[in-house]
């Protein structure tokens, strides 16, 4: 299973970005799909996460309101769409998946993972 993230960027204090993330390897469908995020010194964390359907989406509270996760099935793709960025966002984001149709907020129970890609959000 290969993950490819793209999308990151620089982009100023409430301005917008979307992240996009192909999995391709084995049937997407099968799979819960999360973006999670590092920034320098920080551990990794949680940011989003969405159901195999794409019915169902999880969020951090830190960004619950302004991001949005989404998923095309038939492009196997996931996608995070993040309005209103702040500083504090800037971090290499990462998209995983688990062989499960269940969300997790823990990256321990994501067997793949993309290779990043970083969002920098300006003052």
């Known amino acids: 299973v290969q993950l490819q993230a793209s999308g990151g960027g620089l982009v100023q204090a409430g301005g917008s970005l979307r992240l996009s993330c192909t999995i391709s390897g084995r049937t997407f469908s099968n799979y819960a799909m999360g973006w999670f995020r590092q920034a320098p010194g920080k551990e990794r964390e949680f940011v989003a996460g969405?159901?195999?359907?794409?019915?169902?989406?999880f969020y951090a509270d830190s960004v619950k309101g302004r991001f949005t996760i989404s998923r095309d099935n038939a492009k196997n793709t996931v996608y995070l769409d993040m309005n209103s960025l702040k500083p504090e966002d800037t971090a290499i984001h990462y998209c995983?998946?688990?062989?499960?149709?269940?969300?997790?907020?823990?990256?321990?129970?994501?067997?793949?993972w993309g290779q990043g890609t970083l969002v920098t959000v300006s003052s």
């Open positions: 995983a998946a688990r062989s499960s149709r269940v969300v997790v907020t823990s990256s321990r129970g994501h067997e793949y």
């Open positions: 969405v159901t195999w359907s794409g019915g169902s989406g």
